[in-house]
C-alpha cells in the first residue's frame, strides 16, 4: 500500500491555519499556498538519489553531491494546482512542468477531461503531480490513470488537504502513489467538500466567487 505522509512542520501548520480562514482573500492564499508547496516539496524530495561529484572550490579540490537518477517533473491539475507549480519550481528549477484539466461535475462528483499535456520524455521522469484539494480522490485517481497511460511509473502525489476518503481511493485505486499532505481533515460533506478545509480552492485562488 501507498505511504501517506502528513507534514506537522509549524511553519507549514501556521501557513495552513491562515488559509483555511474565510477573511484570507485572494493575494494573500495564493501567497500562502506558494510558500507551502516550497516547505513541503523540501520533504517530498528528501529520498532522491544524489551522486559524488568532484568540485573545484577557489581554495582547493572537493567532494560533494549533486542529485541523480530520474529527472523530475511537476504535474498540477488544473485550475487549482496552478497555485502549487512556482513553489516547486522555486526549489526545483530544472523540473518540466505538464498540465492535467480536470473538473469536479458539480452533480456527480465525477472528475471530467478537458486538457493534458505533459513533457515528451515524461516517461523517463519522477511526476510531483499537484492539486491542494483530495476530496472524494476522483480528481487525482483519473489524473493518475491519465499519467500512467502515458508511460509513467514514478509518481508521488501531492495535496494541500485531503479528506479520508480521497486518501483510501488512491491508496485502493494506485498502491504505488505515495501521498504527501499538509491537513489530513475530518470527512466530506454532502455536496463533497473536505470539512472543515478550506471550501473551493480553486475559487479562493484565482478570485471567482
Ligand atoms: C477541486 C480540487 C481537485 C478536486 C478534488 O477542483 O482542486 O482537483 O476538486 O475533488 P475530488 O477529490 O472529489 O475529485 P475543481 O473540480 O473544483 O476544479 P478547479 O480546480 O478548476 O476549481
Ligand atoms: N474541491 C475543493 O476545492 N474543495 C473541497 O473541499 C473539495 C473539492
Known sequence: MSKLVVFDHPLIQHKLSIMR???TGPK????LLEEISMLMIYEVTRDLETEEVQIETPICTCTGRKLAGRKLAVVPILR???GMVDGVLNMIPAAKVGHIGLYRDPQTLEPVEYYCKLPADSETREILLVDPMLATGGSASAAIRFIKQRGCTHIRLIDLIAAPEGVARIQKDHPDVD??????DDHLNEHGYIVPGLGDAGDRL???K
Open 21 to 23: 480562514d474565510k477573511a
Open 28 to 31: 494573500e492564499f495564493r501567497e
Open 80 to 82: 487549482a494546482g496552478l
Open 179 to 184: 501521498i504527501y499532505v499538509a491537513g489530513l
Open 206 to 208: 484565482f478570485g471567482t
